[in-house]
Every structure is written in C-alpha cells, then in structure tokens.
C-alpha cells in the first residue's frame, strides 16, 4: 500500500547548510534504497518533510528520522493512503532559499510566520502542491 506521512520538527541546535545538505545526501542515498521519495523544507528554523512509498518502508523510517538527535518537538501532521506520488522525480528534495518560494509559504500561512504545527491537512496539500509546480529546488 502506498502512504504518504507529513512531519514537522525543529533542529535540536543551529543548522548549517553543510548539515541540511548531509541530511540530503544520506536521505538520497536510503530513501533510493527502499523506493520512499519526499522533500524536506527548513522554513524559519522548522522542518517540514513530506515521505512517499510503501507503508511499511514510510513507517520505518519516520521511526528512525524522529529517533535523530538533531532535531527535537516531533509531530505527524497527516498520514494517507494516496494513489500515487507527488513526488515522483526527487529521492529526497530540497527547497532553496530565493524569494519565489518564500512567497510560497506567505500564500499558505495565517500569520507572517510560516508555522507548519498549525496547518491543516488540506493546507498542507495545497501547499505541497504548489510547492511541486512553482518551487524552486536545490535538489
Ligand atoms: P549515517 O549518515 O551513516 O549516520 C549514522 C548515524 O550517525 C545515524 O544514527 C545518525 O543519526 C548519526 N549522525 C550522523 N550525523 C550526525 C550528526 N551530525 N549529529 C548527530 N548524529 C549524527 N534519513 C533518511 O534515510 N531519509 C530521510 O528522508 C531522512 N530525513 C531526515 C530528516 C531530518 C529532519 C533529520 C534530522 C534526519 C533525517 N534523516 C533521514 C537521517 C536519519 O535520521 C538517520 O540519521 C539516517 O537515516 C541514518 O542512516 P545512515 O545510518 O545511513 O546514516
């Protein structure tokens, strides 16, 4: 059964770009491995992430990610059986930091802060949606 699982969770200490981009490299490198594709986001100090793939291998992981020392306030913010993936390109995606995106997140937040911990399922979608067709990536 395809899922798909959507977490936020914010970095333990300060995150570099070297840190963001080993996180990266690693997810490439396992999520391949066992079919999950997504994206990871680190919009005003809270990651969002979004995991595709096999219940199982999605359910594995999650337990692993939220086990990860480098980051802390874990929350499963929606969990799906989907038809198929958003996200069908990327092992693992990354956002870049250009003024596109940030009005991206502008669109979808109630306050001038994007805070992923208050959206709603139906926003988190339309967000990911929008991300997928008007975003700018890194990777
Ligand atoms: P390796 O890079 O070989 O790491 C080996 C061990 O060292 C792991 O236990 C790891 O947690 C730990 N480690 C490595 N670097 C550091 C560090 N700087 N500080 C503390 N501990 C460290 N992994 C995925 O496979 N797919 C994902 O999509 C994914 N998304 C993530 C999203 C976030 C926000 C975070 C924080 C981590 C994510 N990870 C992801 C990493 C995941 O938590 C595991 O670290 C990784 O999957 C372990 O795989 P490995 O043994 O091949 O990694």
Not at 64 to 86: N, S
């Amino acid at each position: 059964m395809l899922v798909q699982l959507t977490y936020a969770s914010r970095p333990s200490s300060v995150f570099t770009p070297d840190d963001l981009a080993s996180i990266l490299t690693t997810s490439q490198r396992n999520n391949a491995r066992v079919g999950v594709t997504g994206v990871l986001c680190l919009i005003n100090g809270i990651f969002l992430q979004q995991l595709e793939g096999d219940r199982t291998e999605v359910n594995r992981l999650y337990h692993r990610i939220v086990a990860d020392p480098r980051h802390r306030d874990p929350a499963l913010l929606d969990f799906a059986e989907i038809i198929g993936r958003r996200f069908t390109s990327w092992d693992m995606g990354s956002l870049a930091p250009v003024a596109a995106n940030r009005q991206i997140f502008h669109k979808y937040s109630r306050s001038t802060a994007f805070d992923p911990y208050s959206m709603s399922s139906v926003t988190l979608q339309a967000f990911f949606a929008e991300l997928l067709a008007n975003g700018e990536w890194i990777a």
